[in-house]
C-alpha cells in the first residue's frame, strides 16, 4: 500500500485566501484523524471521522476550519479565510479501528505558509 | 481530560549509551499507547504500540513499557547510534479502537558520535 498520501505537500498562499488541503488513508482503515503541528503547541488533534462520520471536532480551532470526508478513501481539510496564524504543519493520519493493535499511520503533512 | 507529558524536552548522548525517554498520562482509561519517531521534516514512524493488557513491546534495540494504573510508559533504546537521533513521540488512544489519539509535546534526542 502507498500508505496515507497527503496533498499539496507544501503550499505558500496570501492571507485571505482559501486553502484545501487533502488526504487519501491507507485502503481499508476507517478511521481519519487530522492534525496541526506548530513549535509552540505540538501535535493536536482538530478532528476526526469513523466511517466517514465525524466523531468529534473539538479541536478545530474556530469557524474558518472546516472538514469533510465524503467517501472512504478521501477527505478535506478547509481553511477559508486563511491568516498568517494558521501557519503549521498539517498532518493527516487514518487506522483501522475494530481490531487488536490498530496501530495509526501518519502522511508526510502538508506544509502551509500564510503570508 | 486526558493529559500526555513528555519529560525531558531534549536530551543528549554520547553514541553507545543506553537510555530511557519518559511519558505520562493523566486518564488511565486508555486502549493503547503508541511511540513515534519524527525526523526533521518528515511525517511521524510508528515504532511500538503497547496494548492497555500489555506491559510491554520490543523491536529490536527498542523495548517499551507501560504501567497504566501509575500513567506512565517508557521507551528504552539501547546501545544508542547516531541514526536514533530524532524526535520521539508517544501517543495514547482512549476507552476503544475507535477513539481519538492524544499526543505528547515529544523528546527532542541527539546522539553525539
Known amino acids: 500500500d502507498a500508505g496515507v498520501i497527503q496533498s499539496p505537500r507544501h503550499e505558500v498562499t496570501e492571507m485571505g485566501q482559501e486553502v484545501t488541503l487533502r488526504c487519501k488513508p491507507i485502503s481499508g482503515h476507517n478511521s481519519l484523524f487530522w492534525y496541526r503541528q506548530t513549535m509552540m503547541r505540538g501535535l493536536e488533534l482538530l478532528i476526526y471521522f469513523n466511517n466517514n462520520v465525524p466523531i468529534d471536532d473539538s479541536g478545530m480551532p474556530e469557524d474558518r476550519f472546516s472538514a469533510k470526508m465524503p467517501n472512504a478513501s478521501f477527505s478535506t481539510l478547509k481553511i477559508q479565510p486563511s491568516e498568517p496564524r494558521d501557519s503549521a504543519v498539517y498532518f493527516c493520519?487514518?487506522?483501522?479501528?475494530?481490531?487488536?493493535?490498530?496501530?495509526?499511520?501518519f502522511g508526510e503533512g502538508s506544509w502551509l505558509t500564510v503570508v | 481530560k486526558q493529559e500526555v507529558t513528555q519529560i525531558p524536552a531534549a536530551l543528549s548522548v554520547p553514541e553507545g549509551e543506553n537510555l530511557v525517554l519518559n511519558c505520562s498520562f493523566t486518564?488511565?482509561?486508555?486502549?493503547?499507547l503508541q511511540w513515534f519517531r519524527q525526523d526533521p521534516g518528515k511525517g511521524l514512524t510508528s515504532l511500538l504500540l503497547i496494548q492497555s493488557s500489555q506491559r510491554e513491546q520490543t523491536s529490536g534495540r527498542l523495548n517499551a513499557s507501560l504501567d497504566k494504573s501509575s500513567g506512565r510508559s517508557t521507551l528504552y533504546i539501547a546501545a544508542s547510534q547516531p541514526g536514533d537521533s530524532a524526535t520521539y513521540l508517544c501517543?495514547?488512544?482512549?476507552?476503544?479502537?475507535?477513539?481519538?489519539?492524544?499526543f505528547g509535546s515529544g523528546t527532542r534526542l541527539s546522539i553525539r558520535p
Open positions: 501517543a495514547v488512544r482512549q476507552g476503544s479502537s475507535a477513539s481519538k489519539i492524544i
Open positions: 493520519a487514518s487506522s483501522f479501528a475494530g481490531v487488536s493493535g490498530n496501530t495509526i499511520y
Open positions: 486518564d488511565s482509561a486508555i486502549y493503547n
